[in-house]
């Protein structure tokens, strides 16, 4: 029961911090989820076998080792990834489509990845993990309403941006 308590301590304590430390590092909210499982997966193991004298400072060393291979490893994921005409849905997208729709959403987050670090921030913790803008603005050391606000401007870029995407379009077809 004491390796409980003792991870849960450590857990508390620094699960804020390295998810601010990682969201800014990785691209897609599931991937920040899984990489927050895997190092508090390993630490749990390391704490069954002995006491960590910091912590803090032992959870942000595995977060960086597990950076470094899941960087190693993407490319590698990505090449052995199932083609596209595996991936079709039951309504019979086509593969151009789904093509189409996985580069809209690449340009949006590229898009999103360009609004300063804490517009990013919040944005990537209220839609990507769905955390509340209360919690948000605690991780974040902002006031509520700031959080609000950000998200508000991000959101108006984004449809900015797509009106303009659509208007390019418009005009494509029009010629």
């Given at each position: 029961m004491e390796q409980h308590e003792a991870f849960n301590r450590v857990y508390d304590a620094t699960r804020d911090a390295l998810l601010r430390w990682l969201i800014p590092r990785?691209?897609?909210?599931a991937d920040v989820e899984d990489l927050m499982q895997e190092i508090y997966k390993r630490l749990y193991?390391?704490?069954?076998?002995?006491g960590i004298r910091e912590p803090e400072k032992y959870v942000f060393g595995i977060a960086k080792k597990e950076l470094a291979k899941f960087y190693r490893h993407k490319a590698m994921r990505e090449t052995y990834e199932a083609p596209i005409t595996d991936q079709l849905t039951d309504e019979g997208e086509?593969?151009?489509?789904i093509?189409?729709?996985?580069?809209a959403e690449r340009e949006l987050w590229?898009?999103?990845?360009?609004?300063?670090?804490?517009?990013y921030q919040a944005f990537t913790l209220y839609y990507g993990l769905s955390v509340p803008t209360d919690e948000i603005a605690k991780e974040l050391n902002l006031?509520?309403?700031?959080v609000r606000k950000r998200l508000s401007r991000t959101r108006a870029r984004i449809r900015a941006y797509?009106?303009?995407q659509n208007r390019s379009e418009t005009e494509q077809k029009g010629v």
């Open positions: 990785v691209r897609s909210s193991r390391k704490m069954s076998g002995f086509e593969p151009e489509d093509v189409l729709d996985r580069e590229d898009l999103i990845k360009t609004e300063p670090l804490l517009s006031s509520e309403d700031a797509l009106s303009e």
